[in-house]
T-cell receptor, first 115, second 113 residues
Framework: QKEVEQDPGPLSVPEGAIVSLNCTYS??????FMWYRQYSRKGPELLMY????GNKEDGRFTAQVDKSSKYISLFIRDSQPSDSATYLC???????????????FGQGTILTVHP | EPEVTQTPSHQVTQMGQEVILRCVPI?????FYWYRQILGQKVEFLVS????????KSEIFDDQFSVERPDGSNFTLKIRSTKLEDSAMYFC???????????FGPGTRLTVL
């Protein structure tokens, strides 16, 4: 079983739609959960960061973490054509109370928002 | 807004040659990382660096790879003898703390011929 699984899509939605992106993971040591956005041939750009379980909201973006199900989600409300990109989930453990930040990434989901 | 920068943006080299990829992390960050992304594949961790030494490295990071912080601002990745399979995007990242948010640079596209 892969450590982090993410449906690569592609996902195509109309402008204004609510987008739901998901990742599952197998490593119960993961404590830090991030979503990055990556435009073609660019570096990952941090969107959301969550520690442990719960929800976090930032503007049109909401991140959810369900550690009991080993499942994380990113919701995008009122999606815009400028949201078209690849969305990467990434996770980090906190082994022994210290972590050196070895992020494990999902495959990435390609999202297209069409006008 | 502070950002991670990387040079060059694109490097073409012949197989067997040495390359050095350069990064300038965000100035108050203490933890530095290299990742790579082969075209169409996942972003993969290579190495983390803190307090002038390697903290953790992946299986990919073999003896052909080395990292260095030669001065107070630069962080470099050296590949001693490049192979065709080293062709990828290489991303540098930095963070303030060892856990939590990492900020990535724009990447260096390495092409090995």
């Amino acid at each position: 079983q892969k450590e982090v699984e993410q449906d690569p899509g592609p996902l195509s939605v109309p402008e204004g739609a609510i987008v739901s992106l998901n990742c599952t993971y197998s490593n119960s040591a993961f404590q830090y959960f991030m979503w990055y956005r990556q435009y073609s041939r660019k570096g990952p750009e941090l969107l959301m960061y969550t520690y442990s379980s719960g929800n976090k909201e930032d503007g049109r973006f909401t991140a959810q973490v369900d550690k009991s199900s080993k499942y994380i989600s990113l919701f995008i409300r009122d999606s815009q054509p400028s949201d078209s990109a690849t969305y990467l989930c990434a996770m980090d453990s906190n082994a022994g109370g210290t972590s050196y930040g070895k992020l494990t990434f999902g495959q990435g989901t390609i999202l297209t928002v069409h006008p | 807004e502070p950002e991670v920068t990387q040079t060059p943006s694109h490097q073409v080299t012949q197989m067997g040659q040495e390359v050095i990829l350069r990064c300038v992390p965000i100035s108050n960050h203490l933890y530095f990382y290299w990742y790579r992304q082969i075209l169409g594949q996942k972003v993969e961790f290579l190495v983390s660096f803190y307090n002038n030494e390697i903290s953790e490295k992946s299986e990919i990071f073999d003896d052909q790879f080395s990292v260095e912080r030669p001065d107070g601002s630069n962080f470099t990745l050296k590949i001693r003898s490049t192979k065709l399979e080293d062709s990828a995007m290489y991303f540098c990242a930095s963070s303030e703390r060892g856990s939590g948010t990492q900020y990535f640079g724009p990447g260096t596209r390495l092409t090995v011929l």
